[in-house]
Every structure is written in C-alpha cells, then in structure tokens.
C-alpha cells in the first residue's frame, strides 16, 4: 500500500522575504512577499501586481466602493534579494554548521536568515 505525504512543496522565498520581479507588467520592482499560496505556487507582493476590487455595500461593511488590493505573482517570476549585498540571486539548500538544510546565495555563498 502506499503513503499519502502531507508535505507542502519547499519553494525558494519565503514570507517576510524581499524579492525582485522578473517578467510582467511590474518588472524590476522590488517589495517583500506578505503571503504565499503553496497550493497555487504564488506569492502575494507589497505594492506589486495591484488590482481593483469592486465591493458591494453589507451591513458588516456599509463602504462600499473600488479597492485596490495586491494580487498574486508566480512564484517563478520572483528572485530573492540577498539581505547581505542587496542584489538579486538565486538561491539553493546545503547543511549548516548544526546538520539542518538552511537556504543560502549563490551569489555570496552565505546562508540567508
């Protein structure tokens, strides 16, 4: 018989992350990701990929009106600015001084907090 895994999909940024926009309409912004759709492999960005949401007036919410909210980007559109220089990069996984897979740049080789 064989195992279910509930593991989700480990990506390359993070929440609290700062990334860079590779392709679309917002290419090279820069903002940090607020939320990330594992199930869609998207990430939500501060102040990227703005759309207007047109909301009905409820009586919980008696403003209605067009709000203009974040949408998701795809993961793949993304790249990881390193804290350390501040420049795009990418990044992979190898074993830190305790034995646990961390991230770390390409680009510099340090590991990424």
Same mark, same amino acid.
């Given at each position: 018989?064989?195992?279910?895994? %509930?593991?989700?999909?480990?990506? /390359?940024? $993070?929440?609290?992350? +700062?990334?860079?926009?590779?392709?679309?309409?917002?290419?090279?912004? +820069?903002?940090?990701?607020?939320?990330?759709?594992?199930?869609?492999? $998207?990430? *939500?960005?501060?102040?990227? %990929?703005? *759309?207007?949401? /047109?909301?009905? =007036?409820?009586?919980?919410? =008696?403003?209605?009106?067009?709000?203009?909210?974040?949408?998701?980007? /795809?993961?793949?559109?993304?790249?990881?600015?390193?804290?350390?220089?501040?420049?795009?990069? $990418?990044?992979? $996984?190898?074993? %830190?001084?305790?034995?646990?897979?961390?991230?770390?740049?390409?680009?510099?080789?340090?590991?990424?907090?």
């Amino acid at each position: 018989m064989e195992r279910k895994s %509930n593991k989700q999909q480990k990506l /390359h940024i $993070r929440k609290g992350d +700062t990334v860079k926009v590779l392709s679309g309409d917002d290419k090279n912004k +820069t903002g940090k990701v607020l939320e990330i759709l594992t199930s869609k492999n $998207r990430a *939500v960005v501060e102040g990227v %990929n703005i *759309v207007t949401k /047109h909301q009905k =007036p409820s009586a919980g919410k =008696p403003e209605g009106g067009i709000k203009k909210i974040e949408a998701g980007v /795809h993961i793949s559109n993304l790249m990881l600015i390193d804290p350390a220089s501040g420049k795009a990069t $990418r990044t992979g $996984r190898k074993l %830190n001084e305790k034995g646990k897979l961390q991230r770390y740049s390409k680009k510099s080789g340090e590991f990424i907090k």
